[in-house]
């Protein structure tokens, strides 16, 4: 992320099937615990 222009954001996406198939999917303080923190979550 250090050479990322301002405008672009730290995103991250769980898919409910398809990340649940190797184990557990992540908790929400899981996510948020990521370096960088993601600005965005999405639960698909």
Not at 1 to 17: I, R, S
């Given at each position: 992320?250090?050479?990322?222009?301002?405008?672009?954001?730290?995103?991250?996406?769980?898919?409910?099937?398809e990340d649940t198939r190797s184990g557990p999917l992540m908790a929400p303080a899981e996510v948020l615990a990521l370096v960088p923190q993601p600005e965005y979550v999405?639960?698909?």
């Open positions: 992320m250090a050479g990322t222009p301002p405008f672009v954001h730290a995103g991250f996406t769980l898919f409910y099937d999405l639960y698909e």
